[in-house]
């Protein structure tokens, strides 16, 4: 079952767009949103002012798996890129799919200094044969637990076995699809 966020119930209604646009974000080491393209702004159906400076949580619908951004956050704070499907939500409740490229941005020291992240519209049919199933299976095991931390461990490891038994790593196993 969807949480709320920020007082704010999922709508149910997806939102969409078109596979040439491109949505674009950049966060500071703390997640904190420092550009936000039109496109980010019109499909979350927020303005400028009301994303600069906040979480990029902002928008995490609450189906999507703290599992998923545990490992998405380790991967890009260890200064690698990472894909992955996300589905998020805007300041309505609408959600939308993306598919993911989240890169550290580097100085001229090769230091992290913030993140950078470019969607593209996911593929509905891996969406509905493999990404939807797997996060609402990662999802319930998250919610199993009184423990938020627990749940996210527990389905940290669901998720880690699936990837071994399928004799992948995590971002072999996105491209795959």
């Given amino acids: 079952m969807s949480e709320k966020r920020s007082g704010v119930q999922p ?36 303005s400028e002012k009301e994303v600069l400076g906040q979480p990029h949580s902002l928008i995490r619908h609450p189906d999507m798996p703290r599992c998923i951004f545990k490992m998405l956050w380790d991967e890009i704070a260890a200064g690698h890129e990472i894909f992955a499907y996300v589905v998020n939500m805007g300041k309505k409740g609408d959600h939308y799919w993306v598919y993911a490229h989240i890169t550290p941005t580097f100085d001229a020291a090769h230091k992290v200094i913030g993140y950078h992240s470019n969607r593209r519209v996911a593929d509905p049919k891996i969406l509905k044969e493999t990404i939807i199933p797997l996060y609402a ?3 319930k095991i998250e919610d199993s637990t009184a423990n938020r931390k627990d749940g996210m461990t527990a389905a940290s490891k669901v998720l880690a076995q699936k990837l071994s038994d399928a004799g992948m790593a995590y971002d072999k196993f996105i491209q795959s699809l």
């Avoid at 209604?13 to 950049?26: A, D, G, T």
């Avoid at 393209?37 to 159906?45: K, R």
């Fill in 11 to 46: 709508s149910g209604k997806e939102r969409h767009f078109k596979p040439e646009e491109l949505i674009v974000s950049k966060t500071d080491l703390k997640g904190r949103i420092t550009y936000a393209n039109e496109l980010f702004l019109s499909l979350a159906d927020f």
């Fill in 137 to 139: 299976e990662l999802r």
